[in-house]
């Protein structure tokens, strides 16, 4: 999907990963949304006649399945428990856009651990502390609006200090309770 193009489809992610951008004033790419298996996409749009408000792209090898508006229209807008999912997923992001703005003003440090924080919650398998999606330090400074080399050096530091491995765009947070410090602003590292 492309920002501004009809919006005639949503989809569901069936496996990989995609990230929603949206350009800044400045005319890079800031990500709204990171998308992985089970998650909607433009699914908010569809019951209204209008364009997509965001660009998405795949994160590599991903798979979703599109569906048409009209199938959205015809079948899913009586069902209730559709209905709901619907709105269960619009509470979700309008949680995250909440917390992400309530991080405007914190430290960077702050903002990228709680980004990881978050993507490991949302899509890490059950106890573990491996981010399953291949981000790289350039998305992760889109996310939290910083300059990429601000990012490097933040993450550079965590691994120094065991905090965090990384090896070709996986992640794993081998002291989650020390980067959940650094999200609540208990240290600074």
């Known amino acids: 999907y492309a920002i ?13 990963a995609f990230k929603l951008v949206k350009p800044t004033l400045e005319g890079s790419d800031m990500i709204v949304f990171f998308a992985t298996p089970g998650d909607v996409i433009a699914g908010l749009v569809m ?13 590599g090898p991903s798979t979703v399945l599109q569906i048409p508006r009209q199938t959205f229209v015809e079948f899913w807008t009586g069902n209730s428990s559709i209905q709901e999912s619907m709105r269960a997923m619009l509470f979700s992001r309008m949680s995250l ?18 980004e990881l924080v978050s993507l490991i919650d949302r899509y890490s398998g059950q106890g573990e502390a491996i ?12 996310a ?6 601000s990012v490097i050096r933040v993450m ?26 650094i999200m609540m602003g208990e240290i600074e590292k």
């Open 4 to 16: 501004g193009d009809a919006a005639e489809t949503f989809a569901v992610v069936v496996e990989g």
């Open 47 to 59: 019951a209204t006649k209008s364009t997509y408000p965001v660009s998405v792209v795949a994160m």
């Open 97 to 114: 856009m909440h917390e992400q703005k309530a991080l405007l003003k914190a430290p960077l440090a702050q903002k990228v651990a709680r």
């Open 131 to 142: 981010l399953p999606i291949p981000l790289t330090r350039q998305e992760i400074a889109d």
């Open 144 to 149: 939290v609006g910083a300059s990429v080399e």
């Open 156 to 181: 550079s530091e965590w691994s120094r200090s065991g905090y965090i491995k990384t090896t070709d765009q996986m992640i794993h947070v081998s002291r989650m309770d020390r980067v959940v410090e």
